[in-house]
């Protein structure tokens, strides 16, 4: 057992949208992030990752390089960060209450389901599996609970808290990891499960439910101001995935790559069920129309039979090889981290 150290705050007390912050910490000494921000694992070498990628195939061997797993409950985790060899920056889900489908296939105010209850949060680990942070970071009572799949730009990690249903609403997010106190950016009329942010065009795009859509934002990035106001923000875009093979759970921006005649890229994986079979896999796909530039199927397993890509995702180069993060299993997780088998 861990002995926990748990601070309340109060951000932007001033703001309609306050939010509670619940921190919980496990290793007092230790600091949340790096001293120095390492750079985001996946942008800082998008050429060779893409390179690797479009190599892959059906008939890839894999290799299980590394298996951590990690202290305490992890609920349902949705987004991972690598930050370096030591931090990984978990976003999960505390549900206290499930949602409940209406009868007969009702639609009420847009949506299918009861609200349900719960708590975001945001869990550091350090390379070994030790806990050493908890935050919530959602209000008691809130019905944007999710916190969905994350991305890194070097200095804010992004996240979209959400309610639990489709055709609901999500606020937008971004933490310093240091601190991990959620600044509300954009309301948005519709759930966000996912969020990816284009480094060198401040553009973001949000995956609603199922990743069935993909919402195109300006970030605003050079406003350090939180959002005062609950109004909803339109996008300036709204994409339909062509793609049905994969639900996205979680993406990480890549670039603005040559092979695809710069146009920005994003690394996503997930899973679907398609007439009683569930299939996991991974793919490029174009952030500015979200068409998939190459799609990989990934059959590998958790030790508890979970499919590797059911949850949250990272990608990162190692002497010069591309490594692929997963945590798949909820409550109790265990960190998969894979190389592509030399030929």
């Given amino acids: 057992m861990f002995k926990a150290l748990t601070i309340l705050t109060s951000l932007y007390s001033t703001s309609p949208r306050a939010r509670a912050l619940n921190i919980t910490i496990t290793q007092p000494n230790v600091p949340f992030a790096p001293d120095s921000l390492p750079p985001p694992g996946s942008s800082s070498h998008f050429e060779d990752i893409i390179s690797q990628f479009v190599d892959l195939g059906r008939s890839t061997r894999w290799n299980l390089v590394e298996k951590v797993k990690f202290e305490g409950d992890t609920f349902e985790p949705e987004g991972l960060v690598r930050l370096g060899h030591d931090r990984y920056f978990v976003s999960a889900g505390e549900y206290t209450e499930p949602t ?50 994350l991305d890194y730009d070097g200095t804010y990690i992004w996240a979209t808290l959400s309610q639990y249903r489709p055709n609901s609403t999500a606020t937008l997010v971004r933490m310093r990891p240091d601190t991990l106190q959620p600044e509300p950016m954009l309301h948005m009329a519709d759930h966000m499960g996912a969020v990816v942010h284009d480094l060198s065009k401040g553009d973001l795009v949000t995956l609603n439910w199922g990743s069935r ?131």
């Avoid at 942070?133 to 019905?143: H, L, N």
């Avoid at 979970?306 to 002497?319: F, G, I, Q």
């Fill in 213 to 343: 859509n993909g919402s195109l934002w300006d970030s605003n990035e050079d406003d350090t101001r939180p959002v005062v106001s609950p109004a909803f923000i339109t996008p300036r875009k709204v994409v339909k995935n062509p793609s049905h093979y994969t639900d996205y759970q979680d993406c990480k921006f890549l670039g603005h790559s040559r092979l695809y005649e710069h146009r920005p890229v994003m690394l996503c994986s997930g899973i679907t069920t398609i007439y009683g079979t569930t299939i996991g896999g991974m793919a490029l796909v174009d952030m500015g129309s979200m068409l998939p530039l190459y799609e990989i199927p990934l059959t590998m397993v958790s030790d508890l039979g979970t499919l590797v890509t059911k949850n949250p995702m990272d990608v990162a180069v190692v002497d010069g090889k591309m490594r692929l993060y997963f945590l798949p299993d909820e409550m109790e997780s265990t960190l998969y981290v894979y190389e592509a088998a030399s030929a």
């Fill in 100 to 149: 409940v489908r209406y009868n007969d296939g009702v639609i009420i105010n847009g949506t299918d389901r009861t609200a349900g209850a719960g708590f975001g949060h945001m869990i550091v680990f350090d390379g070994q599996g030790r806990r050493i942070v908890d935050a919530t970071i959602t209000e008691v009572g809130s019905s944007e609970y999710h916190n969905g799949g």
